[in-house]
């Protein structure tokens, strides 16, 4: 039989070996009993009590899992089992006292033991333990053989099944079969009630079968009180009234620790004297029925657990792969719903003060739903940082109806340390319909969620830094891109520049020289022509230079504005005056309109007149000969403010769109010029602008090709100055 049970325990534990060691009475040595699978070799060795792995397993309850056993220094003494890698063992009791270990090991490839397996190997020690027990219980030599192979058969049943029913069913057989009685039941006590676990009978039973225990009669006295009753003659016992009909009785109490689990009875239908020895081979029996019933109990409750425990892990491992916040949120409630099977599941956040609902599913609450941390059962547990498992919601005081047809509720908090960032919270229909287990299951899964959360919000942080830094380095490549655009074009612009000047200059230079010799060879007579030609050189050589250097002294800062109150008419009339000869040698019409009640104006006289002069100019330049000029002045609401204007129009060639924006940059130069063999730098309307700029005024254009240009420069009418 121990071999049966040593072999189903490695079995069921898919392990390779399997060892049994029994101590001898005194303690003071264990031998190896029986040996599973490899290793066979030590079958019968004797190790001292309390040493190596069988002695610290022995002194060590519920016992031990050792899944590095392979990597342990060996001492080459005692049990050292070979190509082991993981051992689990368990102590055996008999009696309460250490009576063996039990134990089972697995190959290096193998996976770990678990906690949850060594509560299945505790299970074959506890039959281990009963089968020592019988040995001790049956001295009588006419019993012991019997009885040791009906208990066999029923323990086959034991360690071959982990279902409560069919051991149930062995365990009575057996013992009807035995004891030759004609009727025997098992009844299931929990919460103060008996209920039917298993019945048998006899073939030759002639009367109808015994069905439920009535209270006060002897099942439920022997259930109550934990003490056996045996009656040789119901119909004289006190408590009789179980039974429609008479016969013997003996009622065990199935008793697991202190605890009264179940009741046996095992009748006859007619008066029958039990003896000693069939009371104590029942009482064995008993003893098996309670081992098969806290072995079932353990089954199922380690069942449920690795039920739950692969569903988390199933639940983690989906809900730890996602990591966009919201998309995780709603996979964890779909997750719990779809694999824990949680009707009503939700998960608020925290939000300073408040709770807002930011997945949920069965509730019919509102999504983004808030609810003050002061509130509410949820908000109990975020402020309490403690779970709470409420069985009947109407008797929460903390309670408010979220979902109307909610009956029991579970909240767990989401926390690290003190600090909640939510709760989940689960909710059933039913007035109890969620257990400890549940409890236990939504801790479980809390931490799970919470370290998914820590996940999301790193990557959410990281993928907001990630594309920072991104949108950084496009701005400074793109201002990057821009400098380096600018310093090629100022240096295209500075060697055009050079080009330019040296031109320039190198025109009215050669003029001047040819003239001078003129003057020194040329035709006398013609002297004064000569010399006029001079003059326009010279002018044309200073007033380039002139440029040259205001545009240096705008940028070295050396050339600041005087204002004084000054009127745009009498520059205006005063550049007209000045150009009047100019204007009819190129045969140009020229037309003044003058607002006589244009007011007076802040501005650096010299610098506006230079500014005007440019225009005028150019206007001059541009315009084949024939055209209008026209110069008007007049005033202006604009942003805000009131303006002076001055506008030279012009019937010239015009200004294309694609050069307009450009014209006011330095050295800018247009088709215009080159079309009319215009002499200059490109520096004119430049200075222009840099001098509007230092007015607050500005300068506008509005130009169209073939049919002329529209100057105008704006300065602010300083109220202070016009009154
Ligand atoms: P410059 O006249 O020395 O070339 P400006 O800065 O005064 O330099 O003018 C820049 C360019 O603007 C000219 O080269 C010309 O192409 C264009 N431009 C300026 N004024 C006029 C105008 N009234 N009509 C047509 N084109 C003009």
Known sequence: MLENIVGHAADVLKSKSAWL????????????EICFGENGGIVDRTLPFG???????????????????????????????ENINALMGVPVLCEGKLRGVLLV????????????????????????????????LLDDERYRRDVLEAIHRASLQLTSSL???????????????????????IFLFEGERLSFGSARWSDERKTEPFSEPREGGITYTVALTGERIVSSDVDQHPLFKDWQWGGAIASFPLRIGDQVVGVMNIAFEEPHLFDDGELRVLELFAVQAAIALQNARKFQESERRLAELSALQQVAKVILSRLEMQALLDEIVNQVWQVLGYEIVEIYLVEG?????????????????????????????????????????????????????????????????DIVIGAINVESPEVGGLDEADLRLLILLADQILVAIENATLYDRLRKHSSDLEQTVQDRTAELATALEQARSAGRIKTQFVADVSHELRTPLANIRLYLELLNFGNPARAQEYLDTLTRETDRLVSLIEDLLAISRFDTGTSMPKFQAENLNLIAQGLIEDRQRLLAERSLEVEIEIDDDLPDVRMDEKMITQAVSHILTNAMQYTRPGGV??????????????????TIIDTGIGIPPEEQGRVFERFYRGKASRLLSVPGTGLGLAITKEILDRHSGRVTLESEADSGSRFSIWLPIDTSVSN
């Open 51 to 81: 040493v190596g792995v069988v002695g610290e397993i022995a002194n060590n309850a519920p016992g031990l899992i050792i899944n590095d056993y392979s990597e342990r220094p060996t001492t080459g003494k005692f049990f050292e089992p």
């Open 163 to 185: 279902e409560l029913q069919p051991v149930l069913d062995a365990i009575l057989n057996q013992a009807l079969a035995l004891i030759e009685a004609d009727d025997a039941h």
């Open 105 to 136: 090991g697995r190959e290096s490839e193998e996976t770990p033991y678990t906690p949850s397996e060594m509560e299945l190997l505790e299970l074959f020690a506890g039959q281990v333990g009963t089968a020592l027990e019988s040995e001790i």
């Open 353 to 417: 003060h408040i709770l807002r609902l930011r997945a949920a599913h069965g509730s019919g609450v509102e999504p983004d739903h808030t609810m003050e941390l002061s509130t509410g059962i949820i908000g109990r547990v975020a402020r309490t940082n403690t779970p709470a498992f409420v069985l009947d919601v109407s008797q929460d005081p903390d309670y408010v109806v979220g979902f109307p047809r909610s009956r029991s509720e579970i909240v767990v908090p989401l926390s690290k340390g």
């Open 629 to 646: 000029i026209t110069i008007t002045t007049d005033t202006r609401k604009s942003d805000g403010g009131d303006w002076a204007l001055l």
């Open 21 to 32: 060691f029994i101590s001898d009475l005194d303690q003071i040595s264990f031998r190896c």
